[in-house]
């Protein structure tokens, strides 16, 4: 079935530090892929998009590459901020429906 | 800008007993749908509407009933609540259905759901 898989352990990184968050899809090649940003008790908050044709995708401090290669998103948060603490979803198109990974929890310590 | 309003926030349930998740939109957003959040898995979607009068099973559909009589509202039905339906319930929107570029799902803020 299509899957998209992210690493579910937590990751601590230090203020001012890119983040890198990896998500992974499995048994279906997704149109584009979408990543979300999610806080405690609230839901999921669209943050950037990227086509299966384009490399790279910037807004602002992120930064999201789509390799169909290795079949495989990277986020990233530059310089990164305590405020940049959530956890982060990845969505893949599958049919008429979004495909979700479990989120990667980020925690920028100051 | 109200968006996607579910409520309630938070409900307790007694196995066996029937409820409504109530979801309203104000995008005139075709497309609505009803996610469960459960630790580790993710979102799953449970039903979901490309428009009024048309609704359809996505991925764990058993236990829940939905209807679309409007294009604002999509409520969610729980038949015979089960411990196991014990969940975070997300309600969401979006324009049209993932095949046109550029699309984004719009969440409510969700609503607590535990099965005693």
């Given at each position: 079935s299509q899957k998209i898989e992210q690493n579910s352990e937590a990751l601590n990184i230090q203020e001012g530090k890119t983040a890198t968050l990896t998500c992974n899809y499995t048994n279906y090649s997704p149109a584009y892929l979408q990543w979300y940003r999610q806080d405690p008790g609230r839901g999921p908050v669209f943050l950037l998009l990227i086509?299966?044709?384009?490399?790279?995708?910037?807004?602002?401090?992120?930064?999201?590459?789509?390799?169909?290669?290795?079949?495989?998103?990277?986020?990233?948060?530059?310089?990164?901020?305590?405020?940049?603490?959530?956890?982060?979803?990845?969505?893949?198109?599958?049919?008429?429906?979004?495909?979700?990974?479990?989120?990667?929890?980020?925690?920028v310590l100051p | 800008n109200a968006g996607v309003t579910q409520t309630p926030k938070f409900q307790v349930l007694k196995t066996g007993q029937s409820m409504t998740l109530q979801c309203a939109q104000d995008m005139n957003h075709e497309y609505m749908s009803w996610y469960r959040q459960d630790p580790g898995m993710g979102l799953r979607l449970i039903h979901y509407s490309v428009g009024a009068g048309i609704t359809d099973q996505g991925e764990v559909p058993n236990g829940y009933n939905v209807s679309r009589s409007t294009t604002e509202d999509f409520p969610l039905r729980l038949l015979s609540a089960a411990p196991s339906q014990t969940s975070v319930y997300f309600c969401a929107s979006s324009y049209g259905a993932t095949t046109l570029p550029g699309n984004t799902i719009y969440f409510g803020e969700g609503s607590w759901l535990t099965v005693v």
């Open positions: 086509r299966e044709n384009e490399k790279e995708k910037r807004k602002e401090r992120l930064k999201v590459t789509f390799d169909t290669t290795l079949k495989q998103s990277l986020f990233h948060i530059t310089a990164s901020q305590p405020a940049d603490s959530a956890t982060y979803l990845c969505a893949g198109t599958g049919g008429q429906n979004f495909v979700f990974g479990p989120g990667t929890r980020l925690s | -």
